[in-house]
């Protein structure tokens, strides 16, 4: 699967962003997406994922309760809705897929740049 994320962009602190990313192929309902971010000067870390049907969602405790990941199978696209953005959210941001939990996220998009303003 290919992966294209787009949506970045500046915000003020406080704002919200929503980020997409669009898979080419016709599994796409059969992969875990998972969404990710590298802070400047940091390593790449977990934000998020979300299940094949979307049924379920794992969030990394620094987004919880202000990101909200969807998916929709019939577009081969997943979402990542920011709110209340802080400035440490500043980041690029990947997302990613994998077809199991057993397996490591496997297939990256390029990274989309987010950038809080305080």
């Known amino acids: 699967v290919q992966l294209q994320a787009y949506g970045g962009g500046l915000v003020q602190a406080g704002g919200s962003l929503r980020l997409s990313c669009a898979a080419s192929g016709r599994t796409f309902s059969e992969y875990i997406m998972g969404w990710f971010r590298q802070a400047p000067g940091k390593e790449r870390e977990f934000v998020g994922s979300i299940t094949q049907s979307g049924g379920s969602t794992y969030y990394a405790d620094a987004v919880k309760g202000r990101f909200t990941i969807s998916r929709d199978n019939a577009k081969n696209t997943v979402h990542l809705q920011m709110d209340n953005l802080k400035p440490e959210d500043t980041a690029v941001y990947y997302c990613?897929?994998?077809?199991?939990?057993?397996?490591?996220?496997?297939?990256w998009g390029q990274g989309t740049l987010v950038t809080v303003s305080s």
């Open positions: 990613a897929a994998r077809i199991s939990i057993l397996y490591q996220f496997n297939f």
